[in-house]
């Protein structure tokens, strides 16, 4: 398997666009989170998803952000209008469901707002 | 809320020097706790994890043991090397399929 694959690996776009971050995860993993990483506060689980349900989205930092998985192969996060503080790098992750186990991480969409 | 406290970085070794990276948490319940390491411009990794308390976790010659009376979940390695210049997060999951809570992460140098 591939792992999980994020794209873009790099988006830079100006103050007030739509920016679309993509994920697939591994296949035959049932959980799927989206997480922020900056300097300032880490890592931030932003959203997780079970069997494509959305479960917990209190870490969504505003109603800018929005997630979706359409189908068990992938995953979007969606940020409109953008801002410059969302710049940050974006993580998707993927798992089995069950405590306990092993997230596995795609490498990042690094995102710069200007 | 469950929370992950790690030791403020950077830290920085010689080779071969002996490593510890504190961690303590706080959350409900029995929570499975981890280790992540992160390389430059990658994703993490799972380094090593506990799944209940007096568990120990152990790979790549990095152990930590799961302590639950001390909410502790410390990382060491005998003896590092300079491909082991990363940075570490501690991480814990709280149970059932919830997501993991990091910790802010230690960056590790190793100077050879």
């Known amino acids: 398997d591939a792992g999980v694959i994020q794209s873009p690996r790099h988006e830079v776009t100006e103050m007030g666009q739509e920016v679309t971050l993509r994920c697939k995860p591994i296949s035959g993993h049932n959980s799927l989170f989206w997480y922020r990483q900056t300097m300032m506060r880490g890592l931030e689980l932003l959203i997780y998803f079970n069997n494509n349900v959305p479960i917990d989205d209190s870490g969504m930092p505003e109603d800018r952000f929005s997630a979706k998985m359409p189908n068990a192969s992938f995953s979007t996060l969606k940020i409109q209008p953008s801002e410059p503080r969302d710049s940050a790098v974006y993580f998707c992750a993927s798992s089995s469901l069950g405590g306990g186990t092993e997230a596995f991480f795609g490498q990042g969409t690094r995102l710069t707002v200007v | 809320g469950d929370s992950v406290t790690q030791m403020e970085g950077p830290v920085t070794l010689s080779e071969e020097a002996f490593l510890t990276i504190n961690c303590t948490y706080t959350a409900t319940g029995y929570p499975s706790l981890f280790w992540y390491v992160q390389y430059p411009g990658e994703g993490l990794q799972l380094l090593l994890k506990?799944?209940?308390?007096?568990d120990k976790g152990s790979n790549k010659g990095f152990e930590a043991t799961y302590r639950k009376e001390t909410t502790s979940f410390h990382l060491e390695k005998g003896s590092v090397q300079v491909s082991d210049s990363a940075v570490y997060f501690c991480?814990?999951?709280?149970?059932?399929?919830?997501?993991?809570?990091f910790g802010k992460g230690t960056h590790l140098i190793i100077q050879p």
């Open positions: 991480a814990l999951q709280g149970g059932g399929a919830d997501g993991l809570t």
């Open positions: 506990a799944t209940k308390a007096d």
